[in-house]
């Protein structure tokens, strides 16, 4: 039987599976599998974080260096996102240059962090015009099954919230402690028939018509969204998976980043 024959027939029993009401992993609609942070994984990066989410896991590393700022802020940090899909991660992932997926991925990820101004990019300029910090953001995904996005997210803010700055390297002073002004959490949601659900797995993404990560912040704002999938959402289903994103990404901050 071949590959596409079988796929077809797992989105159908993921679907007709979710219509009675149930996921294959025994998970409630509005429930994340297990996650867990743990920080300090890169010895030679200034922030590092290994996020697992089921059997998803997602290193992120941060480096600092030196370096001249743009023109048109030269005032300001620079910061810069980069993910990258291994093959060892899943087999629908390839060698080569970055595609549309790891491309989405960063942006997104790059999107929530510069929407919440969670760097104070200010604080990161040495001398301006001249000299100013560069921030870079690595997201390795070492495993997929399903949601990604979510993962690099909470990994990213997890290794941002333990960067230090090497200031001694570069014979400078000054504080050390990267400059966090707010925590931004992406949650992400998948419509399959009329169903919403929360954290999708690898089988329940291939499945779904629709996906929406929405990113907030500790108030409760929204600092970024991102919609993907054939077909579109109703304006009562986006408004009700906002609130399930910020509701959740509340619980998952108090939990995993602390309260701030």
């Known amino acids: 039987m071949g590959i596409e024959v079988m796929e077809d027939i797992r989105k159908d029993y993921v679907y007709d599976?979710?219509?009675?009401?149930?996921?294959?992993?025994?998970?409630?609609?509005?429930d994340y599998r297990e996650i867990s942070v743990e920080r300090d994984i890169?010895?030679?990066?200034?922030?590092s974080a290994l996020v697992r989410l089921g059997d998803t896991s997602v290193l992120v590393g941060v480096k600092l260096s030196m370096g001249e700022p743009f023109s048109d802020t030269p005032n300001k940090g620079v910061l810069m996102t980069n993910a990258e899909l291994r093959p060892g991660a899943s087999p629908d992932f390839e060698t080569g240059p970055p595609n549309e997926n790891s491309v989405e991925l960063a942006r997104v990820v790059d999107r929530g962090i510069r929407g919440s101004e969670t760097i104070d990019l200010e604080k990161m300029c040495i001398e301006e015009?001249?000299?100013?910090?560069?921030?870079?953001i690595d997201i390795h995904a070492l495993?997929?099954?399903?949601?990604?996005?979510d993962a690099a997210a909470l990994g990213a803010?997890?290794?941002?919230?333990?960067?230090?700055?090497?200031?001694?390297?570069?014979?400078?002073?000054?504080?050390?402690?990267?400059?966090?002004?707010?925590?931004?959490?992406?949650?992400?949601?998948?419509?399959?028939?009329?169903?919403?659900?929360?954290?999708?797995?690898?089988h329940e993404e291939n499945a779904a018509t629709s996906r929406l990560t929405v990113i907030s912040n500790a108030d409760g704002t929204v600092s970024g969204m991102q919609k993907s999938g054939k077909e579109g959402l109703k304006e009562e289903e986006i408004v009700e998976m906002v609130g399930i994103g910020i509701e959740k990404a509340g619980e998952i901050r108090e939990k995993y980043l602390g309260d701030k």
């Open 42 to 47: 890169i010895i030679k990066a200034e922030g």
């Open 129 to 136: 015009g001249e000299k100013v910090w560069m921030t870079f």
């Open 143 to 149: 495993d997929n099954d399903g949601n990604l996005m």
């Open 17 to 30: 599976l979710i219509e009675r009401g149930k996921r294959v992993d025994g998970r409630g609609f509005r």
């Open 157 to 202: 803010i997890a290794s941002l919230l333990n960067t230090r700055i090497p200031n001694e390297r570069y014979g400078l002073t000054g504080e050390d402690t990267l400059s966090i002004r707010d925590t931004p959490v992406a949650v992400t949601m998948v419509k399959i028939g009329e169903n919403i659900l929360v954290d999708p797995n690898l």
